[in-house]
């Protein structure tokens, strides 16, 4: 077997090795400075999308938000009007009852006032026989035995039966004036009691009736916000001013349990009382023609007889 020695120089290859190997680190430093580079610029797009993505969230949160406060805002603004013309309502009722309160307490204190002056009058004149008896009789009365004695002097023994006589005479006459002022005390007294009799009513007198009496009940809504104006009216000739104040009450307190209908066809009696006055009114015929129309095209409630 042959041997050939062959001597290979690998210099070369060591260098151009060496270079690949310099290319291959700076292709490795250029792709990692390259990811870095991606990595960044990906980081800082997500970083604005985020950043666009807050701001239109914020935005729409913002003019959603304003749409509310704006939308409650002309709500608050109308309830505040609201409040306010129902304040001046309320006002204008308190001013109203308070003049009503001042009238009508005035008007019951004159009248109290003068039924304690009556009163006050009658009880002095009860108990004028009374004080007339305590003032003229009770000193004597308290004072008989000072009026009794005999009054006069006798000294001698002889004069004792008439001294007796006169004392006896004297008892007998004091007896006779008290026995007087009894009997016209006591007729006095009777008296007073029959013209106290024929003053005070008895409870026997006494009778219960039920009287029918018309009242007119009045409920409109007089604005917008259907605030409701209530009146009643009553026949004033027929009754007195306190009789008429507890119809109100009672009215008042009884309007929740009354109910409101429709009537099927216009009250004659009403047309027939609409139309006097239309035809004694001084107005055009075309006020009176628009005013009839408008009668007959107007709907109205009624309270439901009980």
Known sequence: MAHIDCILDTEPMAQE????????KGTTAAVVAMQTAVVLAEQKAADQVCSNVNKGFYAMMRSQISQKIATLRSK??????????????????RSRMERDYNRISGRYLKLFNG??????????ELDKPTIDFAVRELERVSNRSKYLTATVPLSQVESLADSQKILASNMKYRGAKVIESMSRFLSTSLEQKKLT???LLADSHAQTESLAIPVLISECNFDKFNTKNLDIFICEPLLSAPAQAAVRNTLGQQLDTLSWEKPSQTDQEVKSEFSKLLSASSASERVKDTALKLFEKNTFQTIKNQ
């Open 17 to 24: 090795m060496s270079s690949i190997s310099n290319h291959i």
């Open 197 to 199: 009799n024929k003053v």
């Open 115 to 124: 039924l304690n002056q009556n009163l006050r009058q009658r009880i002095f």
């Open 76 to 93: 608050v603004d109308s309830y505040l009007m609201q409040l306010n013309v129902q304040q001046k309502q309320l006002l204008a009722i």
